[in-house]
DNA sequence: GAAATTAGAGAGCAGTGCTCTTGCAATTTC
DNA sequence: GAAATTGCAAGAGCACTGCTCTCTAATTTC
């Protein structure tokens, strides 16, 4: 009986989601800055104010799509390493970035939400910075792992000295634990030229300078591992 | 006579200015995307419509302070390279990435609106691709001038292979002459590094991982740094 | 079954980019 | 120097935005 019809509570996660659904098909079509509450209603055959009661104002919608947009890419980058053999950690850092790369360019809008400009007078709510994590852990995992299973220890000391120090080592400490220090502030320098290829690639900066951007992709996540990943941690670096 | 009072062509180039400082001073308090050309017509003591004289469109408007931001970037960038010797390129690339990023942090809305997500629906005319590539400019010629000084040859030969056929060959010929094709491409990873780095720390993705920025942008630089340049192009790295 | 809660409709406010017409002033033309 | 032309700002107006408020109808709670 209470199964024909869905009980108010199921029928608010419903329209929760179809408005998100909603949201995600227009935001693909004009990007974040242009996503109007108004047309969200009138695609769904409803009345703008009528959203107000599961979105109290624009930026909580916005929210909502980042927090799905991180996890929806972190599980993505995840599920691409989780198929390369674990003792193989460089090709894993391979499978995930191009993983992540792959998923910024078919969610060309969702990508810039995430890692373009801020919105200005929006601040990232707390919550949100738990699944955005999730996505940079996919890659120091790999890295953590790597040193866990290798005897390695203290290459790169000539760098050692002029990085301690200059990461947050409470947060660090649990997440990559066996890491040299140094390491891990290079971890941070992986992370970020990752995405900063990608994001220069997707915004348009290479255009006219890179002929292959696969390949060039691939040689600098492979030049970037080898400051990150234990001198003999693996397969000696492929193609 | 015709000196007291401006004359119609001067007026304009004013008037344009005016409109211009107008909307950066209002974009550095609310952002690229909030910027409203009613306000900076409120702000200006004038009605909206007069605005559309000077620019037809908003984003002709947007247009015209990007071109500026480049340049201003560029210029900026360009005068603290060539603040430090010639012939010491590690210290020069140094100067040019810390007034980049420093630039960076005290205009971060302009900043945004050169390399944040790109407005979606703006199409960047033509006349602006030559402004954003005298910024890679000042980095892709300390990188030549050091090779230019240098009788080093075929190093990071190991790359070389995979590296060739990368870049579109034609443009850098031009830019980068006597770099071997492999540093070429490791230059524009240079590039991506130190962007990717500034956007990061700007766009708040730092936030509870790096505690001493400043040393570690000096330090991804440095790492980065021995990507291109030659192996005895200078002096050997310091701090 | 009465009371309380909730969803949607609709009107309305202040703001936006942009267009068009109107009047005035400065400049060019003759 | 008078006349025609051009450039500028003003103001009204259109379609749009996010958001608030009130009202009605439906559902859940007790």
Chains 1, 2 share one sequence.
């Not at 996919?138 to 890295?143: G, K, M, Q, T, W």
């Not at 200059?166 to 990559?176: E, P, S």
């Not at 255009?207 to 003999?232: C, M, Q, S, W, Y």
């Amino acid at each position: 009986m209470s199964e024909v019809r869905p009980t108010r509570a199921e029928a608010r996660l419903l329209q929760i989601e179809r408005i998100k659904s909603t949201s995600r098909r227009l935001m693909a079509e004009k990007g974040a800055p242009g996503l109007s509450l108004r047309e969200v209603a009138r695609e769904m055959g409803v009345v703008s104010s009528a959203l107000y009661r599961y979105f109290p104002t624009r930026d909580d919608l916005l929210t909502a799509l980042i927090v799905d947009a991180y996890n929806d890419l972190g599980d993505f980058a995840e599920r691409a390493a989780s198929r390369v053999p674990r003792d193989d950690p460089r090709r894993q850092l391979q499978a995930a970035a191009s993983a992540i790369r792959k998923w910024a360019k078919s969610n060309p809008h969702e990508y810039a939400l995430l890692y373009g400009s801020p919105v200005p007078g929006y601040e990232a709510p707390l919550f949100t910075v738990e699944p955005a994590a999730r996505v940079a852990l996919v890659l120091s995992s790999i890295i953590t792992e790597a040193w866990r299973h290798s005897n390695a220890e203290g290459r790169r000391d000539d760098i050692g000295e002029t990085l301690r120090g200059v990461l947050v080592t409470r947060t660090l400490d649990g997440v990559m634990p066996g890491v040299p220090e140094p390491v891990r502030a290079l971890s941070l320098m992986l992370w970020s030229q990752i995405f900063g290829c990608i994001s220069f690639e997707l915004f348009g900066h290479y255009k006219g300078t890179v002929r292959n951007a696969n390949r060039f992709f691939a040689i600098v996540v492979d030049e970037t591992a080898n400051l990150v990943l234990p001198p003999d941690g693996g397969p000696t670096r492929g193609t």
